[in-house]
């Protein structure tokens, strides 16, 4: 496992970007401190990226070799829930035939998509751990990287749920993930919103500004750009919801006047809460997320949670 203290000196070798990678501008403002990192924001897109990032090959590494443990697991059955029911209210009818999800963790998802909807599934994943669980306890065929996908793979649908955040050039990453979508199929992108009341409300302490892994981070303009970027493609459905968790974060701050519910981003905390802390309620989150998220999402992508679904002209 790559350790918290090795990717903050290769950091410190690598140097650091200033060019944003949606428009290329270098122009920046509004930078957030968080701890020894420090995210920026284009002052021409608004998009938001972290400007230390590991070079590609040390970034998989970390990825292939690190990934995963019982929090994420928990984690990730809860969230496969919630996201198969915003999948199903987005597709309605067309939620059918072949269907990929990259960067598929344990495979939660295409696993629920498989057994309700009849769907044809399969993965991408870099994480060892977490492809390996796929197949031998899902049964789920899992490629290993984007490049392992057969050239002329076509899908009806592409999914990636809570991944782009991680990926140092989204555009290129939904190009790609474009390019497997059949003419006529979708393509379904699920991000954070980091300009939602909740990001605003919580400061550094949006759960979510996690910045060794959370590099490239959207709000409804950026996904919108991004998009609409991807030749041949439009958006057809938007949704969004902000979960309970946050709600209740933003409560505590309103309510005490902004003394309880907000704290700083720390690094060295949070990796040892990566590689050794808990989930709470597992059992609960299930159930009461998939039903907060199926009472409370909207249309449009105002609230914490985006999820934006766009379609292949035919
Ligand atoms: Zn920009």
Not at 56 to 64: H, I, N, S, T
Not at 167 to 193: I, Q
Request: aromatic letters at 8%; one cysteine or more; glycine letters at 12%.
């Amino acid at each position: 496992m790559l350790r918290g203290a090795m990717i903050v000196s290769e950091l410190r070798d690598h140097g650091v970007r200033g060019v944003c990678p949606l428009c290329g501008s270098d122009r920046t403002g509004d930078p957030l401190r968080l701890d020894v990192f420090t995210n920026l924001r284009c002052a021409d897109c608004g998009f938001r990226y972290v400007r230390e990032v590991l070079p590609d090959d040390r970034l998989e590494a970390f990825y292939r070799a690190g990934y995963g443990n019982e929090r994420m697991r928990l984690g990730q059955i809860v969230n496969a829930g919630v996201n198969l029911g915003l999948f199903r209210d987005l597709l309605g009818t067309a939620a059918r035939g072949r269907l990929i999800d990259v960067g598929t963790g344990y495979g939660f998802f295409p696993d629920a998509a498989r057994r309700t909807l009849g769907l044809e599934v399969a993965g991408v994943e870099l994480s060892v751990a977490e492809a390996t669980y796929a197949r031998d306890r899902l049964g789920l065929a899992i490629a290993p990287s984007l490049d392992a996908v057969g050239p002329g793979e076509r899908f009806d649908i592409v999914t990636a749920f809570e991944v782009i955040e991680h990926v140092p050039e989204p555009a290129a990453f939904a190009a790609a993930l474009a390019a497997m979508v059949r003419p006529g199929g979708y393509l379904l992108l699920a991000t954070d919103n980091f300009e939602s009341p909740a990001a605003r409300a919580l400061g550094a302490g949006f759960p979510k500004w996690i910045p060794h892994q959370h590099v490239s981070c959207f709000a409804p303009a950026s996904l919108r750009r991004l998009i609409a970027g991807l030749d041949g493609f439009e958006v057809v459905g938007e949704r969004s919801y902000t979960p309970w968790e946050l709600q209740a974060r933003r409560l505590a701050i309103a309510l005490s006047g902004g003394r309880i519910g907000r704290f700083e981003y720390r690094y060295g905390p949070a990796l040892e809460r990566d590689d050794s802390g808990t989930y709470r309620l597992p059992r609960l989150r299930r159930h009461a997320n998939r039903l907060w998220a199926r009472l409370t999402a909207r249309r449009g992508l105002g609230g914490a949670m985006m999820y934006a679904l766009a379609r292949r002209a035919a």
